[in-house]
């Protein structure tokens, strides 16, 4: 059930996870070859924080869930930078379980 909700909740979308990116490309390049499918609000790739180099990732945010739709579509598996490029919708992030210090030991002792 909850992997049937979660597909749901990335089908209304608007933001993709866009993988396989070169080395070269910037958050402009990324935007340009995204605009085609409708307005895109944001377009960032994922740098390292130390060396500033991109990490082969980004995402791009769609005003409409529509547009985002279209351009999985029409981008999945596409050329961008000499390289074949896979989208799909961003998901959340899984959050950290709780640290539990407790080592399966009675709480109260």
């Excluded at 990116?21 to 409708?38: H, P, R, V």
């Excluded at 180099?53 to 029409?74: H, I, K």
């Amino acid at each position: 059930m909850a992997s049937m909700l979660n597909s749901i909740r990335c089908m209304s979308s608007s933001k993709l996870f866009i993988g396989g990116l070169s080395w070269s490309t910037d958050d402009q390049t990324l935007k340009d070859a995204f605009s085609g499918y409708g307005e895109v609000i944001d377009a960032k790739v994922i740098t390292d924080r130390d060396t500033g180099r991109s990490r082969g990732f980004g995402f791009v945010n769609y005003e409409s869930t529509e547009s985002a739709s279209a351009a999985l579509s029409a981008m999945d598996g596409q050329e961008l930078g000499g390289r074949n490029i896979r989208v799909s919708y961003a998901t959340d992030r899984r959050q950290p379980q709780p640290y539990n210090s407790n080592y399966g030991g009675n709480p109260d002792y």
